[in-house]
């Protein structure tokens, strides 16, 4: 790996550390680098007042007849029954259980419990007018350790929230594969050994074989990328390795896994659409000089062309595997026609963009906006915008769906026990806009998904941000709309702001 990338992906582990250590002591909009930002308030969670006029004016701004407005969740961060009607362990069950690894020593053991309260949480998806559900089916569930005989009693969940969906007129769309490998393939090699692709194909047959009938969308892997970074490099996701020369190895085992799932579906006669969840962060030089291009560029093809070349140009960007280099892992990984497998013509792009990166001369990267609650997370809705209309422009005219956007607040119940997330509203009434804005440029992006319907377990984070449109009181699990989620239902009645 060249001295450029590690020297970058050191900073940013730092960096992110640093951050994390700043987000726990409250100092969240606090930045490293020394750019930017003052604090959270600005265009976080607690906008300014005039922002937050209640009821919002109609702007006028119409989306297309049909556009499909949703939210998104996921397998283990909401259902709970972790040990529940024969499903096996995943690497995050593992990884939540290790000490230290999340904050306060949460597990999604319990979650939002939607295992058994999905017919409340259908009913609240009815009440808010959805007319697109994204979720996760969690491997674990359909093969306890990832491969044969399917489980059918896991089959038969999946059954039962699909049926509840088409009773209330919401669309399904499924996720294999967002993040929770079967911990027994984890033993085997996880993603580093080449043989879990195959496995994930196997098990996608199962589901699609089980489910199809029943599931307009389906998504391969979500966010490959946050596997290899956050899972193989910092560490702070499952199954937590800093790695770096495996990471990418990972990160070609995961495009292939989507290929062979693409080749599954076709195979299996099942008819509906399929295409990857990618979270792309549009990259921009942090000043004006001709090395922050140059960075910049490098940092693009890591971030978003590594992703997005392999499946829609069927080849890995050159920039990326010079810098990786002739000896890495991952260039002596990939064999022969691996690529045509990942570029398996697909029916769709869904995109996830929370954040901006800016990237300086040699390679680190700065704040420039102010955060969210999530360090990471860069307020910047133009950057909505600017990746809808690159991906259009650079990858042609693909449906593309995004299925994830939104951010955590600190929503805590008011004396009336409402829930009063304006700068939730604020937030999302301003990516609508970009998202409009970039459909007026002609993207023909079909449907958006807030992340998240539901508060829920956040990963490293636990139960501590809060992203849904609904709140969840983990004691009792009583469901709250927050206003966000009042809010959301009128963007839905008028199909647009
Ligand atoms: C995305 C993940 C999703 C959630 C949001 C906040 O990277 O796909 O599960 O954690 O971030």
Redesign the pocket.
């Known amino acids: 790996m060249s001295l450029l990338t590690r020297r970058r992906l050191l900073r940013r582990a730092a960096l992110s550390a640093t951050a994390a250590g700043a987000a726990r002591t409250g100092l969240a909009g606090a930045t490293a680098a020394g750019i930017a930002t003052s604090t959270v308030a600005l265009g976080g969670c607690d906008s300014p007042p005039e922002r937050t006029t209640d009821p919002e004016p109609d702007r006028g701004l119409r989306f297309p007849d049909g556009f499909a407005w949703g939210a998104?969740?996921?397998a283990y961060?909401i259902e709970g029954a972790a040990k529940e009607d024969g499903r096996g362990e995943s690497v995050w069950d593992t990884f939540s259980h290790t000490p230290g690894r999340i904050r306060n020593g949460d597990t999604g053991d319990v979650a939002a419990d939607h295992y058994h309260r999905y017919a409340q949480d259908l009913d609240l998806m009815r009440e808010l007018g959805l007319r697109s559900y994204r979720f996760s089916i969690s491997w674990p569930r359909i093969q306890a350790d990832g491969s044969g005989r399917p489980n059918q009693r896991g089959l038969d969940f999946y059954r039962r929230l699909l049926d509840g969906l088409h009773e209330r007129g919401i669309a399904p769309m499924a996720t294999l594969f967002?993040?929770d490998l079967p911990q027994a393939l984890q033993d085997a090699g996880g993603w580093e050994n080449r043989d879990t692709a195959e496995r994930f194909a196997e098990y996608a047959d199962v589901v699609f074989r089980a489910l199809g009938d029943r599931v307009p969308v389906w998504l391969t892997v979500?966010?490959p990328k946050?596997v290899v970074q956050n899972g193989y490099i910092w560490g702070h996701h499952a199954p937590g390795f800093q790695d770096e020369d495996a990471a990418y190895l990972v990160a070609h085992h995961l495009q292939l896994a989507h290929g062979l799932a693409v080749q599954a579906l076709r195979a299996s006669g099942v008819t509906g659409r399929i295409g990857p969840?990618l979270?792309l962060h549009p990259c921009y030089p942090a000043d004006d000089s001709a090395e922050s291009a140059t960075a910049t560029r490098l940092h693009d093809g890591y971030e978003n062309r590594l992703y997005l070349d392999s499946i829609f140009k069927g080849a890995y960007p050159q920039d990326v595997l010079d810098d990786l280099g002739p000896d890495s892992r991952m260039v002596r990984g990939v064999r022969d026609g691996d690529l045509k497998i990942i570029s398996s013509p697909v029916d769709l792009l869904a995109v996830?963009y929370?954040t901006p990166i800016y990237v300086t001369g040699d390679g680190d990267t700065v704040r420039k906006w102010p955060t969210s609650e999530?360090e990471w997370q860069q307020i910047y809705p133009e950057g909505m915008y600017d990746i809808l209309t690159r991906v259009t422009r650079d990858y042609g005219r693909v449906p593309i769906t995004i299925t994830?956007n939104?951010l955590?607040c600190p929503d805590v119940p008011g004396a009336d026990g409402n829930i009063d997330d304006a700068g939730r509203v604020t937030f999302l009434r301003d990516h609508f806009a970009a998202a409009h804005r970039a459909i007026g440029d002609g993207v023909p992006l079909e449907s958006y998904h807030v992340?998240?319907l539901l508060d829920?377990f956040?990963?490293a984070e636990g139960y501590e941000?809060r992203?849904g449109l609904v709140y969840v009181d983990y004691a009792s699990q009583r469901r709250v709309l927050k206003r966000s989620a009042h809010w959301y239902r009128d963007v839905i009645r008028r199909n647009g702001l």
């Open positions: 998104a969740t996921s961060q967002h993040w979500n966010e946050t969840a979270n996830q929370y999530a994830e939104g955590p992340w998240s829920n956040e990963w941000q992203w």
